[in-house]
């Protein structure tokens, strides 16, 4: 072999070592974890403009709450079931319900409890991906008053506590 051939040959080897291997391995699915357990779900989570959106039903219901979507306005309501377990709160958001629209960022938040009610809006819009209802998940944590977390070397929401890398 030439020089020339040699030394191209090295340069494209070292410039093959220099690409990352996650670009050959496959996505790593997002994990859900929820006061101490692993949540299982059919649908992913996903990350769409660096927000965390998941399927609210499987959330929603491990963490003690009700889901209805009315598919004739595309709404979705939320709200406590009362029989949560185990679920640390910061104060009495827990009893938080929400009412949102697909593809809609305009939520309300309703808490029944002390009579109140606000309109917040989401930087990411509810949406429907695979016939699941996603939406950014810090937002509903923070606004049922639970501590949620983002381990990124894991790919993990972390919502509660106790949660060890």
Known sequence: MSKTIKRL???LMLLISLIPNSIYAEEQ????WINGNYVNSDVSPIIENNRTLVPIRVV????GYNVIYYP???SIHI?????????ETK???IFNTFH?????PII????PKNATSSTKILDVAPKIINNRTFVPIRFLAEEMGLNIDWDSENLTVVIGSGYNK
């Open 79 to 87: 709200a406590y079931l009362e029989i949560v377990n185990d679920v």
């Open 72 to 74: 004739e306005n595309k």
């Open 100 to 104: 949102m629209t697909i593809d809609n």
């Open 91 to 93: 104060d009495d958001s």
């Open 60 to 63: 929603s219901e491990n963490l």
């Open 108 to 111: 309300n938040v309703d808490n």
């Open 29 to 32: 699915p997002i994990k859900i």
């Open 9 to 11: 040959s090295l340069v």
